[in-house]
């Protein structure tokens, strides 16, 4: 019975590491992108009725507006909200 214990405690053990694990890593979330070297920007006064939607449409017209904002959040350490008078940095589009 002593063993049955032993092992019953060692599996919950594991199972509350695994969690602990992965909490932390949904905590963290994806890794970032990594800009590869020579990425030229264009810098971005924002006005008013700017949004992210409509800046990355503007300078990356071909590209998915959805990705386009994701890498100006991360390029500038962003969330969703952005005000007129900001200066934000957006990627040249490859060619």
Request: hydrophobic share 45%; glycine share 8%; charged share 20%.
């Amino acid at each position: 019975m002593e063993r049955r214990g032993t092992l019953v405690a060692a599996i919950l053990m594991a199972i509350l590491v695994a969690a602990w694990c992965l909490a932390i890593a949904w905590r963290l979330g994806p890794p970032p992108e990594v800009v590869p070297a020579g990425t030229e920007y264009v810098g971005h006064v924002v006005g008013m009725g700017d949004t992210l939607w409509s800046i990355a449409q503007r300078y990356r017209p071909n590209e998915d507006p959805r990705k386009v904002i994701q890498e100006i959040q991360q390029d500038n350490d962003i969330g969703p909200i952005i005000r007129p008078g900001d200066i934000i940095r957006v990627r040249k589009p490859a060619f």
